[in-house]
């Protein structure tokens, strides 16, 4: 659980505009291959768990087919541990980087290890 007044620091409206700075500031090789994904940021995940953002759908190397009216994937990424885990705005800007990075590589078939290998974690 996170402190309430980290929420303080940022509201939700900014944090999404930055996560969406953040998000266009990547390499277009890195984004250009995401199709009917939807980034969403939220404040915590719901089920208490703490972490920084969660990749919901299934990555391209275990899908089967993929067609018209398949609900997106989401990346989502939470406001409130972000902000905890960082002091000022170019440490979110980092770890909101890095975190976007990390879930984008659970979207192409990427597991935690190989994402702590390449410096993704």
Known sequence: ????NDGERLDAATFERLVVEELDRLPDEMVDGLENVAFVTDDEAEDGEYLLGRYDGVDLTRRERYGFGELPDRIVLYRLPLLAA????????????????????????????????????
Do not use: K, N, Q
């Open 86 to 121: 960082t002091a000022d705005e170019a440490e979110l800007r980092a770890e909101v980087r890095t975190t976007l990075i990390h879930e984008i590589g659970h979207y192409f078939g990427l597991d935690d290890d190989r994402l702590h290998e390449l410096g993704w974690a």
């Open 1 to 4: 659980m996170t402190d309430a």
